[in-house]
């Protein structure tokens, strides 16, 4: 038979217990930097090295992190349904649990591309430095999209929310568009549900079960729960 397709919408609360930083937490990653001075085009242009170091760092402790019970959570789901991933973390721990099908909307931290080229896209472990070119001779950037930036992985994402028969999210503050706007693409009436430690307060999250506790937790409860819904 036929698995249902399950689609999860994450964002950077999955990682924080395998100790990533999330973002607008308390002593989140954004009460220690101005998103306009690391995460733009124009602070690219302005600072190349204080990007390239920050973005250095985060490479090196997404190394060290391992996934934690709520990816591997997520990724044992596919014994039972056919689940896409849709994330806006850099981070690869969806896809060293197990995921197999991963879509990153904001990019990834283990990828660097060319500046004038966003096809021309390499792997890499180490630092970028500045005078590190592509073939192309521009300049590397980290492959993340910044703020200001378009997000081509949205189409897709939208397209796979409209073919939903279940939808989650996990870990995501909801303040970020257009990834925030996804839930609303989801067919009416199929099976929602939201896992956060604080559940945020958008009013797109009307008709949803929210399961408010960490991530870890809330993925071994929602899994049971699902075991209801696969037939
Ligand atoms: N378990 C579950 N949820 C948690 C946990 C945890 N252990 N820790 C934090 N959270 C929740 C917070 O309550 C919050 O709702 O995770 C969410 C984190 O929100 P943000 O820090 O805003 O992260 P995110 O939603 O992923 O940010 C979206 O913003 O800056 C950009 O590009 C960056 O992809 C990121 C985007």
């Not at 430095?129 to 980290?142: N, W």
């Not at 199929?190 to 399961?211: C, E, G, M, R, W």
């Amino acid at each position: 038979m036929k698995k249902k397709k399950l689609v999860v919408l994450t964002g950077a609360g999955i990682s924080a217990e395998s100790g990533l930083k999330t973002f607008r937490d308390t002593d989140g990653l954004w009460e220690g930097y101005n998103i306009e001075d690391v995460a733009t085009p124009r602070a690219w242009r302005k600072n190349l090295q204080l990007v390239l170091d920050f973005y250095n760092m985060r490479r090196k402790n997404v190394m060290e992190a391992q996934p934690n019970a709520a990816h591997i959570g997520l990724a044992e789901l596919e014994n039972d349904f056919d689940v896409h991933i849709i994330t806006q973390n850099i981070d690869d721990l969806h896809e060293r649990a197990g995921s197999t099908k991963v879509l990153h909307l904001h990019g990834e931290i283990l990828k660097m591309r060319s500046e004038k080229n966003e096809r021309l896209i390499y792997n890499i472990q180490d630092d970028i430095r500045p005078g590190d070119t592509a073939e192309d001779g521009a300049q590397l950037r980290p492959h993340i999209v910044w703020f200001e930036e378009a997000v081509p992985m949205i189409e897709p994402a939208i397209g796979l929310a409209g073919e939903a028969d279940i939808f989650l999210v996990v870990g995501t503050s909801l303040a970020v568009y257009p990834a925030a706007g996804l839930i609303n693409y989801t067919p009416q009436g199929i099976p929602k549900f939201i896992v956060d430690k604080k559940i945020p307060y958008t009013s797109s999250l009307h008709d949803i079960v929210a399961i408010e506790k960490s991530a870890t937790e809330g993925v071994k409860e929602l899994a049971a729960l699902l075991q209801k819904l696969k037939m």
